[in-house]
Structures are given as structure tokens and as C-alpha cells.
């Protein structure tokens, strides 16, 4: 398979699209240098995260409360390189998110132009001007970087089905995605389904070398991955994947007795001895105690799950301090209304055969949806899935602006 994934008609537009994505690119970024300024937003892992990009400036020990892994240092290297270069002054790292985030408008563009050029520039401006985007970019908080490494991935993981005999780019996929679990762990199974997918649609023999191809894809993540490995065996002796020694805890406050599918860790009463154990002990402690619960109240956890994956595609926020219900009233009508168009956007994407790009899209989304089912459930968790949101919902949009052209015009016509 060459060329670009879709064929499908495009829509005429009657200004040079590159003019309008660049005009759309420069308000998005304006709007998020804007609030960054007037209101920057700070939550409790921002501490943890402003502290770490810290001790990377300073040489320090990395350590944050006491805890060495804690978080994956992907986002605090980001912080501290912006840090570096700006005189150690935080807001920086707030305009350097805006700016990443006009790369990631740039990004979602590239993606949807190979469905037309309308659901391109569409689905940039759903991305340059969606609430939760604008929001994050403001907040020292690892979204907005690991949004923007992962849609690079996807666009490279796009050109990599459309010219598969092409091994730089298998590279340059496993660098990439090797860089998004730095930032974010919880993408790192997510490279299976969407190799397994590369794989499904391979064509005749086609699929021998995408198979070689996906295994030096996982070996070459697997390597990229081994100094932090290395570097927390050395420190703890034990579970050498570790990505993190917060998964533990992180996984009992989404399904211990007192779970409400929400943050709920300040509420957890820890035994005495958990005190006496080191960081990697009560990870594993934690995870223990999770797997017994999980184990022994499956209807439970069932229905948590279904909470969990309420609150991760609410519309409206549920935050305590953002529950304004003017605010929340708008962004009800509008995710709701984005949503729908996305479910178009699939039908529409099936019917005209353009089955590789949407599965690219829906693996990531079914894939952090299920993760999310699992642990704690939040409208930040979907931040990372907004842009192939987007997308899918331009591509709707723009089905219903062709059919309601097509109507206007042929009632004119018969009229005439």
C-alpha cells in the first residue's frame, strides 16, 4: 500500500487551506500563552513535577517525598531543559506548552488532511480551541507534552502503514514511542494492538516483513527503555520492569473498599508496618493487596469500572473548584455534540474502506479507556485522545457540510 491511506472526495474550499491552519495555529497558541500568563494552574502532582525538573537543573538526586521513582522523568527533563534555557523561570515551561501545542495542531492537521482537507482543517481547529487542551497547557502537568509525542507517533505510525518497506521510520516509531512511556507509562501496552493491527492489514507478503518489522519495533522500545530499568534495579533489587513505584497505590485507591472510581488517596489509612517498608516494598505491598480485592469482589470492581469510564469521557468537569454549572453547561453541549459527530465520523470512515487510519485512532482510545476502567477514572485521562477525538469528529462534520451542500444545491436546482 502507497500513497495516502483515504481517497475520500474533498470538499472545496474557497481559501488556500495552509493559510487557514496557519491562522488557526497562531490563535490556538496565542489563547494558551494568554492564560498561561493571566492564570496559570498549579495541581498537587505539579509540585511533585516542579521539584523534580529541579533537581535535574541542579544535578540534584532524583527524588521527590522521599521516593526515587515516583515519576517517570520524561516531563521533569522537559521542565528542566525549558528551565535551563529560560533562567529557571517556570512560566517558560507554560509558553513552551502553548508552542508544543501549536505543533500538535500542526499534527492533528497532517493526520486528518489524509482523510480530506476539510476534516484537516476542522479537526485543527476542534484541537486549537478545545477547552481541556487550552487548560492543560496552562498546568504543570505532563498532558500537553505527552499529547503532542503521542500524536507524533500516530502521524508517523500512519506513514509507516502507507510505505511499510521503509525501516527509518519503524525506527524513528520505536524511538518515539520509547519517549511517550517516559512521559506517561500508561501508553506502553498500547504498542501491541496497534502492531497487531499493522500486522491484520498487511497485504500478501506484506506481512512477513511487518512482522519482523513489529519485533524490532518492541526490541528497539524494550532497549530504550533499559536505563530506567537498570537504574531502579540498582536501586531497589526487585521488579526490574518497574516503571514506577506509585502504580501500586495508585491501583488500590481505584479499587479498595472506599473507591469511588475518583482520587481518593488522602483518604487511605496505611497499616504501621507499610511505614517500615522501602518505596519498592509498599509498591509491591499495594499491588498485593489490590489483586486480592480484585479477586475476591469481582461484581464490584465491574461496576467501578463502568463509574471509572463515566468520569473519564464526562463531559463536564468534576473537580472540586471547576464545577461551575454555567461552565460545565457549555462543556456538556459541547462534548456531547463532539461525541455524536465523532460516532459519524467512524460510520462514515468504514463505509468508505478507510479501515487502517480509524483503527489507529480507536486502538489508542478502546486502549486508554480500558487502562482507565482499571485504575483511576478522570477527564484528564482522556486529554491524550482530544486530537483522534477531533479528528473523527471533522470527519463527521464534514459529512453533514457536504450533505446539507449537496441538498441546498440540488433543491436550487430543481427550483430552477
Known amino acids: 500500500m502507497s500513497g495516502q491511506i483515504s481517497n475520500t472526495p474533498t470538499l472545496k474550499l474557497r481559501t488556500r487551506p495552509i493559510n487557514l491552519l496557519w491562522m488557526i495555529i497562531l490563535a490556538g ?44 522523568p520524561g516531563y521533569p527533563v522537559f521542565m528542566a531543559g525549558v528551565l535551563l534555557l529560560d533562567g529557571g523561570r517556570a512560566i517558560g515551561i507554560l509558553i513552551c506548552q502553548a508552542i508544543l501545542s501549536g505543533w500538535m495542531i500542526y499534527l492533528v492537521w497532517r493526520i486528518g488532511n489524509r482523510i480530506d482537507p476539510m476534516a484537516g482543517l476542522l479537526a485543527a481547529a476542534m484541537t486549537a480551541f478545545d477547552p481541556l487542551l487550552i487548560g492543560f497547557s496552562a498546568s504543570y502537568l505532563s498532558e500537553i507534552p505527552f499529547t503532542a509525542m503521542f500524536a507524533f507517533t500516530l502521524l508517523v505510525f500512519v506513514r509507516l502503514c502507507e510505505r511499510d518497506e521503509r525501516w527509518g521510520l519503524a525506527c524513528a516509531l520505536a524511538i518515539l514511542f520509547a519517549l511517550c512511556i517516559y512521559i506517561r507509562a500508561e501508553i506502553a501496552l498500547c504498542i501491541f494492538p496497534l502492531l497487531i493491527w499493522y500486522i491484520f492489514m498487511a497485504i500478501g507478503t506484506q506481512r512477513r516483513r511487518r512482522i519482523v518489522q513489529s519485533l524490532v519495533i518492541v526490541l528497539m522500545i524494550v532497549a530504550g527503555m533499559m536505563p530506567w530499568w537498570i537504574r531502579n534495579w540498582e536501586l531497589f533489587h526487585s521488579n526490574f520492569f518497574r516503571f514506577s513505584t506509585l502504580e501500586g497505590i495508585s491501583l488500590y485507591e481505584s479499587v479498595y473498599h472506599g473507591a469511588t472510581g475518583g482520587p481518593r488517596q488522602s483518604d487511605i489509612k496505611w497499616p504501621a508496618y507499610m511505614k517500615k517498608l522501602n518505596e519498592s516494598q509498599r509498591d509491591n505491598r499495594w499491588t498485593a493487596m489490590s489483586f486480592q480485592i480484585i479477586e475476591h469482589h469481582p461484581i464490584r470492581i465491574l461496576r467501578l469500572a463502568v463509574i471509572k469510564i463515566g468520569r473519564t469521557w464526562s463531559p463536564w468537569l468534576h473537580a472540586k473548584g471547576f464545577r461551575n454549572i454555567w461552565v460545565n453547561g457549555i462543556l456538556t453541549i459541547g462534548y456531547a455534540l463532539e461525541y455524536l459527530l465523532a460516532l459519524f465520523g467512524v460510520r462514515r470512515l468504514w463505509k468508505r474502506r478507510s479501515k487502517v487510519l480509524l483503527g489507529i485512532m480507536l486502538i489508542p482510545i478502546f486502549y486508554l479507556t480500558a487502562m482507565h476502567a482499571i485504575f483511576l477514572g478522570s477527564v484528564r485521562y482522556r486529554v491524550p485522545l482530544i486530537p483522534l477525538i477531533s479528528i473523527l469528529a471533522a ?7 457536504s450533505t446539507c451542500q449537496k441538498r441546498c444545491f440540488g433543491a436550487r436546482r430543481s427550483s430552477g
Open 29 to 72: 497558541v496565542l489563547i494558551r500563552i494568554l492564560l498561561a500568563l493571566v492564570h496559570p494552574l498549579i495541581f498537587p502532582d505539579s509540585l511533585d513535577y516542579l521539584h523534580l525538573a529541579k533537581c535535574v537543573e541542579h544535578g540534584d538526586p532524583y527524588r521527590v517525598t522521599g521516593m526515587y521513582a515516583k515519576r517517570l
Open 395 to 401: 470527519v463527521g462534520l464534514g459529512q453533514l457540510i
